[in-house]
């Protein structure tokens, strides 16, 4: 089968791959590994990750990304070359057009980069579209109709958060808080609560296991391995959900305050629609437990988390490459 058309969810995180007809095939760490001797590319994506915090001098893994936008452009151009040909085997007649889901409030410099290094990693068109429409498509909410549909989506960098009518953004915010910023406040709460230092892994495994939004009335324990900062020694301490709720307080009410600011900003009558049909949320970070019940509390407005929130960002962005026509009015950029 000759595939010439690629979408791809180029995350802080993740990176996800959309073929038409196959779905998702690739699903990988936003991580490269680079030798410091020779700048060359060791390792991308799950490889590149195993050896985050493990690396000896001459090797740097690294993210190429930082919240949700290029800050290595050489890098980010090489990840993407290599997720092309792993997506589309290695003997190719044709360059692929290739559709990239970008964060909505990035500028038009950070906007050009992505087109530019999708292009320099061996596409034939490369288009840009704004991450909370492809969200609202991957978790089908009916973009195209004459009423509004409010969308959250909590990726690694950014979250996005839009009320989306008639096939465009009516109002809309992007806050460059994410998991990312979730692993780093665990990091500093444990760093000074525990006098325990931990790396980001370690940080994402301990949200991801007992991580709460809201306080738990049954308590989630883990038991987390770190290097003492006072001894320098290995130790083992024991931390609660609550620990991680006090944690990432902060993040949470940045989130929280960016949905108001939307729905502030929402004309009325789309207002109504959205107390109708309820807030959908996407994105990795909206799987953390209970942060649908925090935006229902918050806002007044029932929340709930779309199904395979995950993969929402990548699923619409296949679907508005396939339909491109259809989603020409969404499109950002063109190149």
Known sequence: MLIRKIGIDLGTTNVLVHLPKRGIVINEPSVVAISNFDKKIIAVGAEAKEMLGRTPDTIIAQKPLKDGVIADYKTTEAMLRYFINKALGGVRLFRPEVMVAVPAGITSTERRAVVDATIAAGAKAAYIIKEPIVAAIGANIPIGSASGHMIIDIGGGTSEIAVISLGGIVSSTSVRIGGNKFDLAITEYIRKKYNLAIGERTAEEIKINIGSAMYLN??????????????????????????ITDAIQAELEGIVSATKTVLHNTPPELS????????????????L????????????????????????????????????ESYKRSILATK
Do not use: F, H
């Open 218 to 243: 049954d308590r989630l324990y883990m038991d987390v391995r770190g290097r003492d900062m006072i001894a320098g020694l290995p130790r083992i301490v024991t931390i609660s959900s609550d620990d």
């Open 272 to 287: 109504a629609d959205v107390i109708d049909k309820g807030i959908v949320m996407s994105g990795g970070s909206s799987l």
């Open 289 to 324: 437990r209970n942060i649908d019940k925090l935006i229902t509390q918050t806002t007044g407005i029932s929340a709930y988390v779309a199904e395979d929130a995950l993969y929402c960002v990548a699923k619409g962005t296949g679907i508005a490459l396939e339909n491109l």
